[in-house]
């Protein structure tokens, strides 16, 4: 796949990856989106449409936190933290995906 095509992200994983993003320390909305992007060399693109309403159903099921802050060019920004709650979550998430991972390799035939 070439690097300037996107892909969609595969269900579930949104909020894993959210997850694992904050675990390197709290960041507003599009920090986010940015870290996942460059981290994925551009493979992954999260919209506003997607990132928002995941962090806001992650916040009421205590994964993370948010309080209001500035920017580093001073604009207004809700910046997102994990929790312990979110901590645990992310082992668990993670321990499914590679299972699910796992499983996938199998019927495929490369593990």
Partial sequence: MATSE??????????????????????HGYGIAQHLQQLSQDVLQVEEGSLYPALQRMQLKGWVS??????????????????????????????EFDRMLLAIQRILGTA
Avoid: H
């Fill in 6 to 27: 996107r892909s969609e992200l595969l269900p579930g994983t949104l909020e894993m990856l959210i997850l694992k993003t904050l675990s390197v320390g709290q960041m």
């Fill in 66 to 95: 948010s309080e209001w802050g500035l920017t580093p060019t001073k604009r207004r920004a809700r910046y997102y933290k994990l929790t312990a709650l979110g901590k645990k979550q992310l082992v668990q998430e993670v321990a």
